[in-house]
């Protein structure tokens, strides 16, 4: 079935780091590819997307490229800030479903 | 727009006991959908609806129960909790086209003693 994998954390960075936190998927069919983030205590919001192979969605310094050869979704950012302190979810939403399917997250902390 | 909206934000039930988790969303919006996220498993689906009078099974969908009457509403019911039910849920909305990313609540704390 479809699935996502994420790399394990927590992760610990010092400020103006690079990030990179890993995401592969398996899915039947063309899904569109999502991050979320949630700072402690609150919901999730959207952070970027991509719907179609090679696609890169970006906001906020981050980017990710949906690679479908590796089927790979990693999530990048040049320079961390302490605001940036939250878990990370890749998921995927099914074509024929709509189904949002939700890797297991990623903690980053970033230390001043 | 309030966009979704849930309550209680807190609940303590004792195993046993009923209730019910309200999701409401003015947007529009076809589809809803019900997590709950533990500890290191990322968020798992419970219930969806692809629009009134229509409701499906998610991964988890034991102990709970779902119905979609209006397109706002979405509750979600817990017939008899179980300590295993202790979790974060969480309700999301968004529009039927899987291009989109679906649009989340506040969350409910549930804990069942």
């Known amino acids: 079935g479809d699935s996502v994998t994420q790399m394990e954390g927590p992760v610990t960075l010092s400020e103006e780091a690079f990030l990179t936190i890993n995401c592969t998927y398996t899915a039947t069919g063309y899904p569109s590819l999502f991050w979320y983030v949630q700072y402690p205590g609150e919901g999730l919001q959207l952070l970027l997307k991509a719907t179609k192979a090679d696609d890169k969605g970006s906001n906020k310094g981050f980017e990710a490229t949906y690679r479908k050869e590796t089927t790979s979704f990693h999530l990048e950012k040049g320079s961390v800030q302490v605001s940036d302190s939250a878990v990370y979810f890749c998921?995927?939403?099914?074509?024929?479903?709509?189904?949002?399917?939700f890797g297991q997250g990623t903690t980053l902390q970033v230390k001043p | 727009n309030a966009g979704v909206t849930q309550t209680p934000k807190f609940q303590v039930l004792k195993t046993g006991q009923s209730m019910t988790l309200q999701c409401a969303q003015d947007?529009?919006?076809?589809?809803m959908s019900w997590y709950r996220q533990d500890p290191g498993m990322g968020l798992r689906l419970i219930h969806y609806s692809v629009g009134a009078g229509i409701t499906d099974q998610g991964e988890v969908p034991n102990g709970y129960n779902v119905s979609r009457s209006t397109t706002e509403d979405f509750p979600l019911r817990l017939l008899s909790a179980a300590p295993s039910q202790t979790s974060v849920y969480f309700c999301?909305?968004?529009?039927?086209?899987?291009?989109?990313?679906?649009?989340f609540g506040p969350g409910t704390r549930l804990t069942v003693l």
């Open positions: 998921a995927l939403r099914v074509s024929n479903t709509g189904k949002l399917i």
């Open positions: 947007m529009n919006h076809e589809y």
């Open positions: 999301a909305s968004s529009t039927g086209n899987s291009y989109n990313e679906q649009f």
